[in-house]
């Protein structure tokens, strides 16, 4: 074993055999001559008949060098042909003839052998130049919600089916055969057959249609040069709104009846781009863009270029029944995934091992986007949102010993699969706000335009980014390299000396003793000195700076991913701003859950909450409380009367709850709030209106739904009236009815509820939610603990064996499980740990043990 010297090799290599090398190869093959054939263009011609299909590629390579053998992807696809001829008929011609004539001797393919995801293609021998490769398939379609698959949905009382894709990470594979990796892009051009009853929706505009008797053929537009992740294609009786910005065609499209609900999310698509033209210094480049809303869809939504698919609840939203909740997830999802039009899309990561800067930057960018809307689309201090969404998300994660660098190397699909996490998303899009403020906005901007005019329709890594925004003044380089490459996050203990103030940093820990002395960061330190804010670099252990005003603050406004601990003091919450009150909040959080400082010290300083107003504050201050509820359970009533005592002032007016996105926040938080800590009065009070609510939904604020059905739950302990809302209810109202399942206070029902799992009465995509409310009972989520264990054979046949949901529905129940009942899950999840899943089992332990802990140093000491 010895270590290669990379630079060395860079040299003497061309680039693109340097790149494949060390970039593409090991996730493939483990051999480099594997890779030396590189897509340039992409015919597909797919016939969908029923749930299967017929595909035929025909795919323009380039070889690089002189091989005999190399490699394409495919998983779970029937393969009928392969055949590889010299580029004497051009690729034009083989797309309008739809066919090449060949005899055997001409076909350059010695032999072909199947591996898992992978075909290899042995060849007479392959000159440095171009070369057609045809490739007939058939498929299936899946029902997993990856690669090329179908949604059953329901009209009326009829069932219908949508047929829609999923590629990313590495699933293209499961679709068509492909060269299936971000770094060998290509152009694509789409032919799809269907029944003619379908649209048929692809990046691009189509250029040509056709309809005989029984079919529909469609033919796109050519791609842009694109990687295989963002290809994607829609087959469904849909409908749309439409709208322009300039040349560009916007639509949003849903399933039969619901296209109205696009009209919101049509608004955000509009102003996005041009928000996003103008910022990026590059417009959007394709004639059109589609969001669709897909029945059934495992992620919030996927950014296709051109094709944007979405779950329903992440891009529809009913004026009449929808909270304020849905009017900023909308916002935020469609201004997320719109911003990967841009970044992932048309400069993509080289590499899985760089996601982040496709997720982290698309989380950035849609907080950055949000604050420059017109108060008549949204009006929501988005910012102050991101504080405890993403930075506060991103700690939680990170405090952990089974978090993962920024830049963690990645080699299979379902290893990628389990990057798309709060490090990835969270923690990068905190790590890029700080460095925004870091260099100033209007430097960070005008460098990052230049990034992407650098490297558009191309590829880049982190240090490409990091080297276009380092100048003389700020080496941002070495400043992110040190954030991005290792694991974790700094506590910085802050004393007062006479005239000084010390300052001292270690790695901060949840839960686990551990020597953090020796680690550091480069860290840029915004300080508050009464009325004046300073900048301090602080690169080394310690540092000591001048006093200079007795009111100080460290990182301010809380535009820094590090903890601040105050030996000395505690300070005066209500004199600080909104951030500064909410970084200070969620710091005493997080060091409660840490043991770093006693839970009475965020407990003592807790009535201010009693007049605070900000959402974002108050939220993070009772979910905190709620959280420490939550561990010591048996200590509950102490932690409800808190709660109340706190609430109890405020009034909540079913007539009037709230002209504003703040109240209106407020408003769902304390309702929900007053019920999962048992005001009777309340309760009372909302169930009293649940027979008017059945006859009509709009007889209560959308605001209160959800308190009403946990209302509801507790008090009739009735699965069918929860099942027939999810079964007919609009967007928001199948999720709250899930949600309410895990409410109720009659065993028998809970069980009932626990079997749904099993179902098909609930979709796929929302068993996790459905696993979310139930473990959510402080009562009876043992039970379903031991369910799970007795039934993991079917939860994964229930699952679909689908990776991300399996991880998802593990991390959420077993981080929860306490004693005796954490002894036997420690043992279960050690023998179902296996590929795809580990990482949710080593982090469910971890956290499982950190709660643990937790409760021997608090319980049944009421927050002593």
């Not at 033919?219 to 994607?232: N, R």
């Not at 507790?714 to 928001?732: Q, T």
Request: charged letters at 30%; a negative charge; hydrophobic letters at 40%.
């Amino acid at each position: 074993m010895f270590e290669v010297n990379h630079f060395y090799l860079f040299k003497v290599l061309s680039k693109e055999t340097y790149m494949f090398l060390f970039f593409v190869a090991p996730m493939v093959a483990g051999n480099d001559y594997w890779m030396k054939v590189y897509p340039v263009n992409y015919f597909i011609d797919i016939v969908v008949q029923d749930d299967d299909y017929l595909g035929v590629n025909v795919i323009k390579v380039q070889v690089k060098e002189k091989t005999d053998k190399f490699a394409i992807n495919s998983k779970g696809l029937k393969i009928e042909e392969i055949v590889m001829l010299e580029d004497k008929n051009s690729f034009d011609e083989v797309r309008r003839e739809k066919r090449v004539k060949y005899s055997d001797d001409v076909n350059l393919v010695k032999e072909y052998k199947m591996e898992d995801d992978e075909i290899k293609i042995y060849t007479k021998e392959l000159e440095v130049r171009e070369y057609l490769l045809l490739v007939k398939y058939q498929g299936v379609m899946k029902d997993n919600m990856e690669g090329f698959y179908k949604s059953v949905y329901k009209v009326g009382d009829e069932k219908k089916i949508i047929y829609s894709t999923h590629f990313e990470p590495g699933y293209a594979r499961l679709a068509i055969p492909c060269f299936d990796h971000p770094l060998l892009k290509a152009v694509f051009k789409m032919k799809i057959t269907a029944d003619k009853k379908f649209s048929i929706l692809s990046n691009t505009e189509v250029v040509k249609e056709e309809i005989n008797e029984n079919n529909k053929i469609v033919e796109f537009a050519d791609t842009p040069k694109m990687s295989t992740y963002l290809l994607a294609f829609v087959i469904g009786e849909i409908e749309f709104l439409e709208d322009k910005l300039d040349e560009i065609t916007l639509r949003t499209y849903t399933v039969e009846g619901l296209k109205d609900l696009g009209e919101f999310s049509l608004k955000v698509t509009k102003k996005s781009l041009e928000v996003y033209g103008d910022y990026f210094g590059v417009k959007y480049p394709l004639k059109k863009l589609d969001n669709v809303a897909i029945p059934e869809f495992s992620m919030g939504a996927m950014e296709n270029w051109g094709l944007v698919t979405y779950r329903n609840t992440a891009l529809l939203y009913d004026k009449n029944i929808s909270t304020v909740n849905a009017l900023k997830r909308v916002s935020e999802v469609i201004c997320h995934e719109l911003a990967h039009q841009w970044f992932g899309n048309l400069v993509t990561m080289k590499w899985w091992k760089d996601l982040w800067l496709n997720e982290g930057f698309a989380t950035w960018a849609a907080m950055k986007c949000i604050t420059k809307f017109p108060k008549d689309i949204i009006d929501w201090d988005v910012e102050t949102t991101f504080m405890n969404d993403e930075v506060y998300r991103g700690m939680e994660l990170d405090s952990l010993n089974n978090t993962h660098p920024i830049e963690v190397e990645v080699k299979t699909p379902e290893e990628v699969e389990q990057i798309f996490d709060a490090i990835s998303y969270s923690k990068s899009s905190s790590l890029i706000r700080m460095v925004e403020n870091y260099i100033g906005e209007t430097n960070f901007q005008q460098r990052l335009q230049n990034y992407i005019k650098k490297y558009q329709y191309s590829n880049a890594e982190s240090a490409d980014l990091w080297n276009a925004l380092s100048d003389t003044k700020h080496d941002v380089y070495s400043l992110m390299n040190d954030w991005t490459k290792k694991e974790g996050f700094p506590l910085l203990r802050i004393t007062e000396e006479e005239n000084e103030i010390k300052i001292t940093q270690e790695r901060f820990f949840k839960g686990i003793e551990k020597d953090t002395k020796g680690e550091k960061w480069f860290i840029p330190l915004k300080i508050k000195f009464g009325d004046k804010e300073i900048l301090v670099e602080m690169k080394e252990k310690e540092i000591k700076i001048e006093k200079q005003d007795k009111d100080f603050k460290i990182n301010n406004e809380g535009v820094g991913f590090y903890s601040t601990l105050y030996e000395d003091k505690i300070l005066k919450v209500e004199n600080l701003s909104v951030r500064n009150r909410l970084n200070y909040i969620n710091d005493l959080v997080l060091q409660s859950l840490s043991s770093y400082i006693k839970l009475d010290t965020i407990i003592n300083i807790s009535t201010f909450a009693k007049n605070e107003n900000n959402h974002e504050v108050l939220s993070a201050l009772l979910l905190g409380i709620t959280g420490f509820k939550n561990i010591l359970y048996e200590d509950k009533k102490y932690f409800e009367e808190l709660i109340l005592d706190i609430i109890k002032d405020r009034k909540v007016d079913f007539n009037n709850p709230g002209n504003n996105i703040n109240d209106l926040s407020n408003t769902i938080l304390i309702a929900n709030l007053l019920v999962a800590n048992n005001e009777n009065n309340f309760i009372d009070k909302i169930y009293s209106k649940w027979e008017e609510y059945k006859k009509d939904k709009n007889s209560i604020n959308s605001v209160f739904r959800s308190a009403l059905f946990s209302a509801v739950a507790k008090k009739e302990n009735n699965l069918e009236d929860f099942l027939e809302i999810y079964d007919k209810g609009v967007v928001e109202e199948k999720t709250a009815a899930l949600v309410a399942m895990g409410k109720f206070t009659d065993k028998n029902a809970y069980l009932k509820a626990v079997e749904l799992l099993y179902t098909e009465e609930i979709l796929l995509q929302d068993k996790i939610i459905l696993c979310s409310g139930l473990i959510s009972s402080l009562e009876f989520k043992d039970i379903f603990i031991q369910e799970f264990m007795n039934n993991y054979d079917k939860i994964k046949v229930a699952f679909k064996n689908n990776g991300s949901l399996l991880s998802y529905a593990i991390e959420t129940l077993f981080s929860s499980s306490y004693g005796m009942m954490f002894e036997k899950s420690k043992i279960f999840l050690m023998e179902i740990k296996s590929e795809g899943i580990e990482r949710a089992v080593d982090k469910a332990i971890e956290k499982a043990e950190i709660k643990n802990e937790f409760r021997k140093k608090n319980l049944k000491g009421k927050g002593n």
